[in-house]
């Protein structure tokens, strides 16, 4: 399976029970935009059933643009399992043709002139998986464009978190997907390369962090919220942690 991002959407399906001894199954679709690289992981979906439609995709790497593309199961007790579902190559979109610059087609997205659906409109709608999906696919597609000035990228960087900061964060999913676009979208572990991030965006990425840091310590310490939170999930809110102070 092949195609551009941006330029083609993507569907998957598994053959996979919706409940498991009466209780429901949450499902997370993540893509790893660099497999020799599982860290680059980001969730991109968490559809109520295995299946999902209409996927923007992150381009891969240079050379082959690989990318996998996984399904974390998870049942009422914490217990978690991970299917691979398939590799698949994403090219950027500058390859695809009849191209536009980035910079045209971010703009673009974030107006709704792409497909009549707005960034704004995805929050406004509740669609906030498909939000953190087009803001990821953005920032990549972005940061490894050469066409794209360093005022132009600061801007839209701007727009991705203001537009991040709209979507309501929870221990799990939700607050999961914002804190790894964030990141991807501040060009953490990669601060040498990039420009430098205005005042205003750094408070408003700490307000959001702020608000996962929050739900989560509510989540773990409330005895009464009956959620159960694996080892790995604990340990994600280190990471967290990290990148409120380094951001």
């Known amino acids: 399976m092949e195609g551009f991002s ?4 993507f569907s998957f399906h598994c053959d996979y029970p919706e409940q498991l001894s009466g209780f429901p199954l949450k499902f997370e679709v993540y ?16 559809p109520p059933k295995p299946e999902d439609t209409g996927l ?14 996984s399904l974390r199961i998870k049942d009422h007790s914490g217990e978690i399992l991970r299917r691979h579902i398939a ?25 709704g002139i792409v497909d009549g659906k707005s960034l704004g409109n995805y929050i406004k709608d509740g669609d906030f998986s498909g939000a953190g999906r087009i803001i990821a696919a953005m920032a990549v597609a972005m940061d490894t464009s050469e066409d794209i000035n360093e ?10 978190i203001n537009a ?8 799990d999913s939700s607050g999961k997907q ?12 990669n601060r040498n390369d990039t420009p430098v991030i ?22 773990v310490t409330d005895p009464n919220s009956g959620t159960q939170m694996s080892s790995s999930e604990l340990m994600n809110t280190s990471s967290i942690r990290q990148l409120s102070i380094t951001s």
Not at 56 to 69: E, F, H, S
Not at 198 to 219: A, D, K, R
């Open 198 to 219: 205005p005042h205003g965006t750094i408070l408003t990425s700490s307000h959001i962090l702020e608000n996962i840091m929050n739900s989560v310590y509510h989540e």
């Open 6 to 9: 941006f330029v083609d959407l």
């Open 164 to 171: 991040l900061d709209q979507i309501p964060v929870d221990y």
């Open 31 to 46: 893509q790893t935009p660099d497999p020799s690289h599982p860290e680059t992981e980001i969730l991109i979906s968490y």
């Open 87 to 111: 590799d698949v190559t994403v090219k950027p979109m500058a390859q695809s043709p009849g191209n536009t610059s980035v910079t045209t087609v971010c703009k673009d997205v974030i107006s």
């Open 178 to 189: 914002v804190v790894s676009v964030l990141n991807l979208v501040l060009g953490a572990g």
């Open 56 to 69: 923007v995709l992150m381009a891969g790497k240079p050379d082959t643009y690989k990318t996998k593309i």
């Open 151 to 160: 005022e132009d990228k600061r801007i839209l960087k701007e727009e991705f």
